[in-house]
DNA sequence: ATGGCCTCCTGTATGC
DNA sequence: TGCATACAGGAGGCCA
């Protein structure tokens, strides 16, 4: 489900409620993440330490406590955070709860169980960071991610653009919904070679990617006050896809029925006559 | 180093 | 209707 603009749609939720309350306890169902949920060391170093801040680097959640300890969240495909009653009872796939001093639960619900959780001591907490995001490019929304950066990035580089933009190495936060619709935007075919591409081309790409993914924040926005309620059914996708999951639907811009495709293992959707 | 493929897991949609 | 199969928005690891 969450792509960055989700992830920081649900960081911004977050913020309206965490910082200033006091973790009191912790429960888990035992089920394994994409590793073990650290369920000894939250025991350890959570109960009375009160978070101060909500942070996010490419699509994880950093959490931070007064202590100094940080904790790690990714949601994988199909992750939720949100903020329950303490009396209502918990749903299936709900994987790890923490208790609040307002009576209320920040749940971590997961069907596919691909998210993650990590934590680490004040003192660990810069090592933490450091090995987690150690292979991770810029953010997409930092001014140093340009149409320069990418094009010098991409030299010699013979993979399809849209793998190439897809690489949390090269660049953090584009998922599959918005490697398609940036190269839409952008007018770039999405199995152009990376190392084929001209600066000026990559510097609108660049652009739309930042477009794309604003535009996506500030839709899912509007659902932040809804947030207590956010199991998700909510949805954060009033985003209007051009060409994301429209198989043979007319192109929003020349209206030629779109083509379908596979890259790198993932569903591809673009138009040929706007994008070469 | 590079690029392509595989894997973890469950739910839902599609086709026969 | 029932069953099998494909596919889903992530991302790290492996191998040629």
Redesign the pocket.
């Known amino acids: ?3 960055l603009p ?1 992830v920081e749609v649900v960081r911004r939720g977050l913020l309206h409620h965490l910082p200033g309350r006091r973790i009191t306890g912790l429960a888990t169902d035992g ?2 993440l ?1 590793e073990p949920v650290p369920e000894a060391a939250m025991k350890r170093l959570l109960p009375g330490t009160a978070i101060t801040d909500v942070t996010r680097r ?3 959640l950093l959490i931070h406590l007064d202590s100094g300890a940080v904790m790690i969240i ?5 992750g939720r955070l949100g903020l329950h009653d303490r009396n209502e009872p918990p749903a ?2 709900d994987h790890v709860c923490w208790s609040l001093d307002n009576g209320m639960e920040l749940r971590l619900n997961d ?4 998210g ?1 959780v990590k934590m680490a001591a004040p003192d660990q907490a810069a090592t933490l960071e450091q090995t ?1 995001f150690r ?2 490019g810029p953010e997409p929304l930092s001014p140093s991610f340009d149409g320069r950066y990418l094009h010098d990035t991409a030299r ?5 653009v849209k ?2 933009i ?1 690489d ?2 090269v660049v ?8 398609n619709e940036s190269l839409f935007s952008a007018g770039i075919r999405p199995n152009r ?3 084929a591409i001209s600066l000026g081309r990559y510097e609108t790409l660049a652009e739309k990617i930042k477009t794309v993914l604003e535009r996506a924040i500030a839709c899912g926005g509007s659902t932040i006050s809804d947030f207590i309620s956010a199991s998700g059914e909510n ?3 009033q985003v209007h896809f051009n060409v ?2 429209k198989r043979d639907k007319p192109c929003p811009r020349c209206n030629r029925l779109l083509s379908h495709g ?6 591809t959707f673009f138009c040929s006559k706007c994008q070469r």
Do not use: D, Q
Not at 111 to 114: L, M, V
Not at 156 to 160: D, H, S
Not at 262 to 267: K, N, P, S
């Open positions: 489900m969450p792509e989700e089920k394994v994409r490419a699509k994880y990714h949601l994988g495909m199909t299936a796939h069907t596919r169980r691909f993650l987690v292979t991770s010699g580089r013979a993979l399809p793998s190439f897809m949390t190495r953090v936060g584009i998922g599959n919904i918005y490697a070679k990376a190392g949805g954060y996708f994301y999951g596979v890259i790198g293992g993932r569903a």
